[in-house]
């Protein structure tokens, strides 16, 4: 009798699939070097410093009714996303996560060989979910100020069942340019535009166009804005026809009874919200004046609430990671070329960007008198 094989019985486009990068756990990098968890400062995974608001703190300390399945319809969380996003109800899914909505569009609409287009370097994400859908991925690099090159992403998005882009980007923190999207809709692609961190941009969200355009549609996320990253709640905005096929084939139950009571009560404390989020605006440019005033550090322009920073004086964007880290300062690295002499940091309160800044100066000031 043959035995099963988990593994020569894989679909082969999954068998070399790589690994998503996630996010080091904080306890155990914390511990590697010799740290308190506390005394951390985790500014690897553009997460809110502020955390969950008052509001929401109450209600995961309230009954939300953990013992019940939450509401499989999602119906009163998509009618407070409505109230804030300004767009009917039927025109909002939500999910885990902005994740697992990515995964269910290419589910629903990316077929295997089909051409998936983004933008890199961006959200890893999409180049994850080509690959478990066994789909072709098309990356068109992005220009050296970080722009998305237009004739090219058009000339791509023309042969493809599906476009990805990030605006703002990540890691970039730049926008996609305005015009740009007119002429992506007329390409017969689905465009998917990712605005995770648009509450931190100074730029419309394109939510109330992609509930009336079919060609579109806008991901919007909980985890940045809202501080509560580990709850996992992110929601879609389309036409009311693929919302409710997404809302068919979703998993009946993907968000959590906790996870809906923590995003109902962000709602209702949105003036907190968006209070936290100037705070965070102001300290994204005071960081990047303090490191551009540095002079070994040239930090991109950016939209969101992280800076994308090269390395000027010859280390590797890795190689200042270690040195923060030695002072308990965690930031993100990349291991492709373009980003090779790059870090991304995640803004923290102004007493934590305080001490980053002094651990910059000491770096620096390190790598002066060694040459």
Same mark, same amino acid.
């Given at each position: 009798?043959?035995?099963?094989?988990?593994?020569?019985?894989?679909?082969?486009?999954?068998?070399?699939?790589?690994?998503?990068? /996630?996010?080091?756990?904080?306890?155990?990098?914390?511990?590697?070097?010799?740290?308190?968890?506390?005394?951390?400062?985790?500014?690897?995974?553009?997460?809110?410093?502020? !955390?969950?608001?008052?509001?929401?703190?109450?209600?995961?300390? #309230?009954?939300?009714?953990?013992?019940?399945?939450?509401?499989?319809?999602?119906?009163?969380?998509?009618?407070?996303?409505?109230?804030?996003?300004?767009?009917?109800?039927? #025109?909002?899914?939500?999910? $885990?996560? +902005?994740?697992?909505?990515?995964?269910?569009? %290419?589910?629903?609409?990316?077929?295997?060989?089909?051409?998936?287009? @983004?933008?890199?370097?961006?959200?890893?994400?999409?180049?994850?979910?080509?690959?478990?859908?066994?789909?072709?991925?098309?990356?068109?690099?992005?220009?050296?100020?970080?722009?998305?090159?237009?004739?090219?992403?058009?000339?791509?998005?023309?042969?493809?069942? /599906?476009?990805?882009? $990030? *605006?703002?980007?990540?890691? @970039?923190?730049?926008?996609?340019?305005?015009?740009?999207?007119?002429?992506?809709?007329?390409?017969?692609?689905?465009?998917?535009?990712?605005?995770?961190?648009?509450?931190?941009?100074?730029?419309?969200?394109?939510?109330?166009?992609?509930? +009336?355009?079919?060609?579109?549609?806008?991901?919007? @996320? %909980?985890?940045?804005?809202?501080?509560?990253?580990?709850?996992?709640?992110?929601?879609?905005?389309?036409? $009311?026809? +693929?919302?409710?096929?997404?809302?068919?084939?979703?998993?009946?139950?993907?968000?959590?009874?906790?996870?809906?009571?923590?995003?109902?009560?962000?709602?209702?404390?949105?003036?907190?919200?968006?209070?936290?989020?100037?705070?965070?605006?102001?300290?994204?440019?005071?960081?990047?004046?303090?490191?551009?005033?540095?002079?070994?550090?040239?930090? %991109?322009?950016?939209?969101?609430?992280?800076?994308?920073?090269?390395?000027?004086?010859?280390? *590797?964007?890795?190689?200042?990671?270690? /040195?923060?880290?030695?002072?308990?300062? %965690?930031?993100?690295?990349? !291991? +492709?070329?373009?980003?090779?002499?790059?870090?991304?940091? *995640?803004?923290?309160?102004?007493?934590? #960007?305080?001490?980053?800044?002094?651990?910059?100066?000491?770096?620096?000031?390190?790598?002066?008198? $060694? @040459?």
């Amino acid at each position: 009798m043959v035995r099963f094989d988990p593994l020569a019985s894989l679909k082969p486009h999954i068998r070399d699939l790589p690994p998503y990068e /996630a996010l080091e756990d904080l306890e155990e990098l914390a511990a590697e070097y010799g740290f308190a968890p506390e005394d951390v400062l985790k500014l690897d995974g553009n997460e809110n410093p502020f !955390g969950p608001s008052p509001k929401a703190l109450d209600a995961l300390h #309230n009954g939300y009714g953990a013992d019940r399945y939450a509401d499989a319809a999602q119906l009163r969380l998509r009618q407070g996303v409505s109230k804030y996003v300004g767009v009917p109800a039927e #025109n909002i899914v939500a999910g $885990a996560g +902005s994740d697992e909505l990515i995964d269910l569009i %290419f589910r629903l609409w990316v077929n295997p060989d089909d051409k998936v287009v @983004t933008a890199g370097p961006t959200f890893g994400m999409y180049a994850f979910d080509s690959g478990l859908n066994g789909a072709e991925l098309v990356d068109v690099p992005r220009m050296r100020d970080w722009s998305v090159e237009p004739d090219a992403l058009l000339g791509a998005a023309i042969e493809a069942k /599906a476009v990805f882009l $990030a *605006s703002p980007n990540n890691p @970039t923190g730049n926008l996609l340019q305005p015009e740009l999207l007119d002429a992506l809709l007329l390409t017969g692609a689905l465009i998917v535009l990712d605005e995770a961190y648009i509450e931190f941009a100074d730029a419309e969200s394109m939510a109330v166009r992609a509930a +009336s355009e079919p060609a579109l549609i806008v991901l919007r @996320t %909980f985890s940045k804005w809202g501080g509560i990253a580990g709850m996992r709640v992110g929601y879609a905005v389309g036409v $009311a026809e +693929s919302v409710d096929v997404m809302l068919r084939a979703k998993q009946p139950y993907n968000i959590s009874a906790a996870s809906q009571a923590a995003a109902l009560a962000s709602l209702e404390d949105i003036e907190v919200l968006n209070e936290r989020a100037r705070v965070l605006v102001a300290e994204r440019e005071r960081m990047a004046e303090a490191m551009r005033h540095a002079e070994w550090l040239e930090p %991109f322009p950016s939209e969101a609430n992280f800076l994308l920073v090269r390395v000027l004086d010859g280390r *590797s964007g890795r190689e200042v990671s270690e /040195a923060l880290r030695q002072h308990g300062i %965690f930031v993100r690295t990349y !291991g +492709s070329q373009r980003l090779e002499d790059c870090f991304r940091i *995640s803004m923290g309160t102004p007493s934590q #960007n305080d001490r980053v800044i002094a651990a910059l100066a000491e770096i620096g000031a390190g790598q002066g008198a $060694a @040459t």
